[in-house]
């Protein structure tokens, strides 16, 4: 079965890191682009970070530039999303997503053809 599980959301107080991991299951990751979304309540979902298949090259919202990290463990199955400097606008559902290419092509929903179920963000003190 194909499957993404999304692991590692929770409460942070603001300026503090949490690490998010999306460990695939049902097919090798190796060849394939994965992204990182966010749904906010009351807001659409968007994109976060972008990484190419064997993690050449990665591509982020500007507000999360310089502050998430995606990363990829092909060894593993499993993408990543390290999250510092956390704000209280980070706050939502995190979802990873696989995309059908090895590059990244943008952040529409079309581009991705395998979705995680999310996990949850909170960013309070």
């Known amino acids: 079965q194909v499957q993404l599980v999304e692991s590692g959301g929770g409460l942070v107080q603001p300026g503090g890191s949490l690490k998010l991991s999306c460990a695939a299951s049902?097919?090798?990751?190796?060849?394939?682009?994965m992204g990182w979304f966010r749904q906010a309540p009351g807001k659409e979902r968007e994109g976060v970070a972008c990484?190419?298949?064997?993690?050449?090259?990665?591509f982020y919202q500007d507000s999360v530039e310089a502050r998430f990290t995606i990363s990829r463990d092909d060894a593993k199955n499993t993408a990543y999303l390290q999250m510092n400097g956390l704000k209280s606008e980070d706050a939502a559902i995190y979802y990873c997503?696989?995309?059908?290419?090895?590059?990244?092509?943008?952040?529409?929903?079309?581009?991705?053809?395998?979705w995680g179920q999310g996990t949850q963000v909170a960013v309070s003190s």
């Open positions: 990484i190419n298949a064997r993690g050449r090259d990665t």
């Open positions: 997503a696989k995309a059908p290419y090895n590059k990244c092509t943008g952040y529409g929903p079309q581009q991705y053809d395998r």
């Open positions: 049902g097919f090798s990751l190796d060849n394939y682009a």
